[in-house]
């Protein structure tokens, strides 16, 4: 069971580091340690990332040739701004793609709703509820930052999505997931209405953040790890979400893993939230570098705050 196949989907537009460098006031050099690549994918005007996934989705579906009405379960993962209020982009999805027979609902856990909504799916397929289900991950992350704030470390959040097509006919096994939220930084971000649109602002920031990402990947790691019985040394690569570069690069050196066993797409684009994971295993699948066996271990992270790590295998 887990993953069947999957696809990537992403928006027309960019927006480069000198547009933030003008909206915000930080010179090119600071920026360009947040956006590495210059520029990041954004929403053009007219797109919506809903439909980005439908795409991500359909084009699953013209591959895979799954009968529509075994589709027994669709879920959209994010962070729950979805672009319309009190709507369920995941029924929209379903109706646009024929999807009758299925239960459409979304999952909302930020960065780290992608893999949830994974593995709830897989736990559904291998109970025998559904026969497929497809899982969009999808955010709109961009749209959600007002440069003017000053909140550099969200200046690298850009928009894109992914579909995921989940069954008993896996090319990518779900073996195991742990995840944990840590409350205590809760306030830490939070959306504001400005002029009727929805903005991040920042709490008061509390120190140790970056200490809490580090200790909460690296024990769910050894978790998963230890309930598979397996180690470190057993992972063929370590896919991180990716928000932070220094966060990526302290969580391998603390696992003791040379970053040649990771993706690093930082100069690629920026930030695509759930969807980050997958891009990363696009890379690898294209450059010929994952074959039957490897085990990949996934770290994922969203605010409230929740870390999660899932693990898959190649089969």
């Known amino acids: 069971m887990g993953i069947t196949d999957y696809a990537l989907a992403m928006p027309s537009g960019k927006r480069s580091v000198d547009e ?9 050099d600071k920026l360009g340690k947040i956006l590495p690549s210059g520029k990041f994918s954004v929403l053009a005007e007219g797109e919506t990332v809903w439909s980005l996934g439908r795409d991500a989705a359909a084009r699953i579906l013209e591959r895979n040739a799954v009968p529509l009405d075994e589709i027994g379960l669709v879920l959209y993962a994010g962070s729950s701004e979805w672009g319309t209020p009190f709507w369920s982009p995941a029924a929209k999805i379903a109706h646009e793609l024929g999807i ?89 971000y939070y959306g504001e209405i400005k002029d009727g649109e929805i903005k991040v602002e920042r709490g008061d920031k509390l120190d ?25 040394a057993d992972v063929a690569y370590f896919l991180v979400t990716h928000g932070n570069q220094d966060t990526h690069r302290a969580y391998l050196a603390a696992l003791g893993v ?19 994971p997958l891009l990363a295993l696009e890379e690898l699948e294209r450059e010929d570098r994952i074959t ?24």
């Not at 933030?20 to 090119?28: C, D, H, I, Q, T």
Request: charged share 20%; net charge negative.
């Open 208 to 232: 140790g953040l970056g200490d809490a990402f580090l200790d909460n990947f690296t024990t769910l790691t050894h978790r998963v790890l230890a309930d598979l019985g397996r180690e470190v």
């Open 292 to 315: 039957s066996g490897d085990l990949v271990i996934v770290a994922t992270a969203g605010s409230g705050f929740t870390w999660g790590v899932t693990a898959v295998q190649r089969t």
């Open 20 to 28: 933030v460098s003008r909206e915000s006031g930080y010179g090119l």
């Open 100 to 188: 009758a027979q299925a239960h459409c609902y979304e999952v909302s856990n930020f960065c780290n709703a992608g893999m949830v909504a994974v593995k709830l799916a897989d736990d559904q397929v291998r109970a025998g509820t559904h026969k497929y289900a497809l899982v969009i991950i999808a955010d709109r992350l961009s749209e959600l930052v007002e440069y003017g704030t000053g909140y550099i470390e969200l200046f690298n959040f850009a928009d894109g999505a992914a579909a995921v097509l989940v069954s008993a006919d896996a090319k990518y096994e779900v073996l195991g997931a742990a995840h944990h939220t840590d409350p205590q930084w809760v306030d830490s």
């Open 258 to 276: 040379d970053p040649s066993r990771s993706v690093f797409q930082y100069r690629l684009d920026g930030h695509l939230g759930g969807a980050d």
